[in-house]
């Protein structure tokens, strides 16, 4: 099937990598944001974003004026009926996604494939908020931040996902000139089924006061040649990010590799959450 425009719900982050990818890819997008300042500064930061890739020389300007113009963004999820794809990158919440699942399939047309940059929930729970004849259209697509620097989208099929909608998200990724791996519908899919207890350790190893924080990240940056250490990784990723997928990765398996050190809960509730709010377990020029 031909896919001409994508949708993106969700500008922070995750949704502001994905659509200037998509934008990159030559893909007309249409993102959107919950109200107009939050989306003023998602595409502020998508367009730091592409200036840093012409000032690394990895665009030229010609390009990167030719994907900002592919972009359009919105505020009411009713202009995206003309969507072909839509990837919902909104926070890690299974109620919110299935709502905006159930919106989707109203809005969009018959043949438009929805897919969710969920990190961790079950992509069958989310497609059955949309009605039976769509679910075959509905898949994981997951992304690594920073989006357009990182290689690899970890495709997720439930049980109900098509053939033709699986070959049409590969061929889409792979054309966009990333790797794709491919996993099951299981709480954290591969990567952070293996991602989650180790970055939950690092806090725990620091709660124990094993080392400092310093140290934690220095070890195994240096030890293992990981381009972070996992609590600078924490910080990038966002910790209220990690908490949301942690907590729905132990509410669905019950395993205490996912139950989250209380330190963690405690940083979330008092707003450190990274880099992106300017403090986590490290401070960041002002955001
Ligand atoms: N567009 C295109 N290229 C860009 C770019 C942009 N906007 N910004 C930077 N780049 C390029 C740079 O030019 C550079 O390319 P070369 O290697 O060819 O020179 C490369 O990207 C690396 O950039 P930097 O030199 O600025 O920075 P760095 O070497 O310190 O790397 C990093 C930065 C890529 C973020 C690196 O630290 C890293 O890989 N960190 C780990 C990131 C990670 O693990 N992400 C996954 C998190 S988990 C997740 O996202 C999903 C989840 O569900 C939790």
New binding site residues.
Partial sequence: MAIRTVGVVGCG??GA?IA?TMA?GQYNVIVREINAEVLQRGLERLQ??????VA????SQWDADAAWARIRGITDLEDMAECDLVIEAAVENLDLKREVFAALDRITPAHAILAS?T??LSIAAIAAATRPERRDKVIGM?????????KLVEIIRSVVTSDETFATIRDLSVGLGKEVVVAKDYPGFI??LL??PYLLDAVRALELGIASQEDIDKGIQLGLN???GPL??LD???LD??LF?ADAMFAETGDARYAAPPLLRRMVSVGLNGRKVGRGFYEYGKK
């Avoid at 730091?48 to 890739?53: E, K, V």
Wanted: no cysteine; net charge positive.
């Fill in positions: 982050l995750m990598g200037e990159r730091q974003s592409m200036a840093t890739a690394r020389e990895k665009m940059n990190s961790s997951h992304f690594f931040n920073p989006v357009p620097v990182m990567v952070n991602l989650i990981h381009p972070m600078t990784l990038f990723v966002g990010t990690t997928i």
